[in-house]
C-alpha cells in the first residue's frame, strides 16, 4: 500500500485533485526519533578507502530535520560545504526493545525516500569530528514523496537508487550493497533504545557524494537535488 499526505489548495476541485494543486507532505512528520546508519554501503566504503563496519555505526537527525519531498532546503549560513546523499528509509510500525532479528520483519510498516542532507565541514573538521551538528540542521532530512508498505515494497535489499544534481547522476548503486540490511538495523537500534511507531531510520548511501570526489563537489544556492528509489518514486528539493 502507497501512502501519500498532501494540502489542498482552495482551486481543488470536489471530485478531482490536480497535481499543481498539491503540496506533498512528508509522509512522517513528527517521530519520536530520527536514527542514520554510516558507513553502510560497501561500494561507499571503497570509495573512502575505509574497511567494511563490522557494527553499525549509528548516529541521528532531530524530528525537526524533516521536511516534505519537494520542500525547499534553506542553505545554512554556518557551512561552507553541503552535500547530498540519497537513502532508503525504514519507517517503524510495531513497538520493540530488543527485537530478535527473526522478528524484525514485523515491526518495519514500511519505506521511503530520504535526502540525509549534510554539512561536510561541521561533520568531518569541526565539533571535534561528532557528525550530529553536520547532520541535524532544520531541513537536513527531506522525506517522501510516498510510504510504500513492506507488501508492496518487493525486496528492499535489491532496490536501484540514484541521486542528481542539476540533473547530473551523482550517486547510482542498488541496495544489494547494503552492509547491514533493514532487518538487522532495526534489530541492533532496539538493543538501545525502544523502536516507536512513525520512528524513522535512514540506512545508509551509496557512493557519489560531493564530498570524496576529486576535487569535491558542493552543494550551492539554486542546485536542485533529485533523490530516486525504485519502487517508491522520488524527491526534488531546491537549495535556496
Partial sequence: MFFTFYRLSQEASENKIALEDVDLLAPITNPDKVLCIGMNYKDHCEEQNKPIPTEPVVFNKFPSCIVGPHDDIPYPKITHEL??????????????????????????????????????????????????????????????PALVTSDELGDPHDLHLTCKVNGETKQD????????????????CSQFCTLLPGDVILTGTPPGVGCFMKPPQFLQKGDVVECYIENIGSITNKIV
Fill in 83 to 144: 552535500d547530498w546523499e540519497v537513502e532508503l528509509a525504514i519507517v517503524i510500525g510495531k513497538k520493540g526493545f530488543n527485537i530478535p532479528l527473526a522478528q524484525a520483519p514485523e515491526h518495519i510498516f514500511g519505506f521511503t525516500v530520504a535526502h540525509d542532507v549534510s554539512a561536510r565541514d561541521w561533520q568531518l573538521k569541526r565539533n571535534a569530528g561528532q557528525w550530529l551538528l553536520g547532520k541535524a540542521m532544520d531541513a537536513f532530512c527531506p522525506l517522501g
Fill in 173 to 188: 548503486s542498488r541496495t544489494t550493497q547494503l552492509v547491514f540490511d533493514t532487518n538487522q538495523i532495526v534489530a541492533w
